[in-house]
């Protein structure tokens, strides 16, 4: 099956930008689906179809995705997007769906 | 708003069953596919099943496919996870989420519950 390789952790100060990669082979060629999940708390869909933002989700989150390497860019990072971050894709060879083992953002 | 609100977790024997519940509102409930899926403690999130908008259409990782059973009640806007033959590894938080598209769904979540525990230990 397909997998999917997210750093364990990224730590960012306050203000800078915040870059959380997702690999995968050729995962260009793919879809890619980022989820946020606060303790405690039900996962989030901040990001879809590699860079789309659904409504609510603020300006400063935003994806890119290309080669073996699928990107979250957070900007301007506040105290409250601290969270654990999961990538997500279709993998045709299962056909389903499969996720990242997810990376702890904090900021600092 | 899309609330998903689940129920039924708790500590069941490995080899038992147990059956979880998600109560659906503030959405058209029988327009859209539905999954659950799971995470094991400090584990990251797994996949488990999804049923089409009008039940007609089942899919089951390879993990629960045979044990587990995914069921709706579009007249009560409900969705159900039949849980048998229980493994110590089923034990997880068990979230249903939304599909983002309608009729049979394209496997992106948008909305999520809280989740239920459900912990298998003998």
């Known amino acids: 099956s397909y997998a999917l390789t997210q750093s364990p952790s990224v730590s960012v100060a306050p203000g800078q930008t915040a870059r959380i990669t997702c690999g995968g082979n050729n995962i260009g060629s793919k879809s890619v689906h980022w989820y946020q999940q606060k303790p405690g708390q039900a996962p989030v869909l901040v990001v879809y179809d590699d860079s789309d933002r659904p409504s609510g989700i603020p300006e400063r989150f935003s994806g890119s995705n290309s080669g073996n390497t699928a990107t979250l860019t957070i900007s301007r990072v506040e105290a409250g997007d601290e969270a654990d971050y999961s990538c997500?894709?279709?993998?045709?060879?299962?056909?389903?769906?499969?996720f990242g083992g997810g990376t702890k953002l904090t900021v600092l | 708003q899309v609330q998903l609100v689940e129920s039924g977790g708790g500590v069941v024997q490995p080899g038992r069953s147990l059956r979880l519940s998600c109560a659906a509102s503030g959405f058209t409930f029988s327009s859209y596919g539905i999954h659950w899926v799971r995470q094991a403690p400090g584990k990251g999130l797994e996949w488990v099943a999804l049923i089409s908008y009008d039940g007609s259409n089942k899919d089951y990782a390879d993990s629960v496919k045979g044990r587990f059973t995914i069921s709706r009640d579009n007249s009560k806007n409900t969705l159900y996870l039949q849980m048998n033959s229980l493994r110590t590894e089923d034990t997880a938080v068990y979230y249903c989420?939304?599909?983002?598209?309608?009729?049979?769904?394209?496997?992106?979540?948008?909305?999520w519950g809280q989740g239920t525990l459900v912990t298998v230990s003998s």
């Open positions: 997500q894709v279709w993998d045709s060879s299962s056909d389903h769906p499969v």
């Open positions: 989420a939304k599909d983002r598209a309608d009729d049979d769904g394209d496997y992106v979540f948008d909305n």
